[in-house]
């Protein structure tokens, strides 16, 4: 706008002294600054209509503290470049609402030309990308078209692969394959091994009481290892919607070290949340790192607020429907079984605690 009105100024210029002192040399600079300026409106004119923007894809994954690009699609169709171009790029997070705005420059030859927006994985969140405006000068930069519409292109940015060393030994609040029968086809769960005697030590929970009575014996059921069960891991984010940015990027860099943790002694894991909107409880099923990143996905688009008829399904002190102690971790980063505290962690000290400190269940 500041280069058209000094040129402006000049013609305007030229032409009151053209004018004033009739001096022929004066007029045709005055003419040939008109045609010029008409000139430049066409070819700005044609390179907006030349020229499109695309999204050569709508999502990236990318792991906390990495850095990466957005890539969009200059396409200039026809014989002249554009010769400069400025886009407005807003960034913005879908659960902290943290935005950043930035202009972006640059020109565009025949054919095509990738614009990269530089995207950093500050907190685990969905990372919104949006250009919303998108404008093609011409050659002196006098003239300029926007282009209509909005671009967009998502980034999911998944805590890092660090998992909490958990010490589960007795592993209360697994499930086994034959109480998670809906899980045998994709975990290939088994029944229980077989029937024997009772011995010290064994849980009472595990004793056939009807078989023990018919013959007359105390028997226990002998299950599969434990890297056959699978554990529950309940997610209760009462008051997420209170938490800071920093605070939420915590909790969703604990749930990833927990769950890993839990990886490492289990065939799987179910993780429980709640949906706001739906104000329903939803689980996923976790059995690798491919899933957990499918976890997180879901888990940033989701309302992560709970309503009060469905806290007593979240809650550290409430035994699952199944009757099992409960695995909890609440936006608090307090770590429960069975209503007891295995660990709180600090608010500014986690990342080194998921690395040093040992839980053992």
């Known amino acids: 706008m500041i280069r058209f009105l000094l040129f402006l100024a000049l013609v305007l210029g030229t032409g009151f002294l053209a004018a004033i002192y009739e001096y022929v040399p004066l007029m045709a600079i005055f003419v040939t600054e008109i045609v010029l300026l008409l000139i430049l409106l066409i070819l700005a004119f044609a390179a907006h209509l030349l020229t499109t923007v695309e999204e050569p894809q709508k999502a990236n994954v990318i792991y906390r503290g990495e850095k990466s690009y957005c890539r969009f699609l200059v396409r200039k169709a026809g014989l002249l470049p554009v010769p400069r171009y400025r886009a407005h790029v807003h ?33 685990c969140d969905l990372l919104h990308v949006e250009m919303d405006e998108f404008i093609v000068y011409d050659y002196l930069a006098l003239f300029g078209w926007k282009r209509k519409g909005v671009f967009k292109q998502k980034v999911y940015i998944i805590p890092n692969e660090r998992h909490l ?26 029944e229980f091994r077989q029937l024997r005697e009772y011995r010290l030590g064994d849980s009472m ?106 806290e007593p399904i979240f809650s550290e002190n409430t035994p699952d429907e199944m009757g099992y102690d409960k695995l909890v971790l609440n936006v608090n980063r307090e770590l429960y079984v069975a209503g007891f505290k295995l660990y709180a962690f600090s608010e500014t000290d986690w990342e080194d605690e998921i690395r040093t400190v040992q839980i053992i269940v």
């Open 205 to 310: 929970r595990n004793i056939d009481w009807k078989r023990s009575a018919a013959l007359d014996n105390t028997l226990v059921r002998e299950f599969a290892p434990e890297r056959e069960r699978v554990a529950d891991l309940y997610l209760n984010t009462k008051g997420y919607e209170t938490l800071t940015t920093a605070q939420k990027d915590a909790f969703f860099s604990l749930t990833s070290a927990v769950l890993l943790g839990l990886l490492e002694n289990v065939k799987a894991v179910e993780v429980h949340w709640c949906e706001g909107r739906l104000r329903k409880e939803m689980s996923a099923v976790i059995r690798s790192k491919h899933d957990r990143v499918s976890l997180f996905v879901t888990l940033y688009g989701t309302d992560l607020s709970i309503p009060t008829a469905l």
């Open 165 to 190: 060393d958990l010490d589960v030994s007795v592993l209360s609040f697994a499930r086994r394959p034959e109480e998670a029968a809906h899980y045998a086809p994709e975990l290939g769960g088994e």
């Open 91 to 123: 960034q913005y997070y879908e659960q902290t609402g943290d935005v950043e705005d930035n202009y972006y420059f640059g020109a565009c030859p025949r054919g095509d030309s990738p614009l990269a927006i530089p995207v950093y994985g500050d907190w």
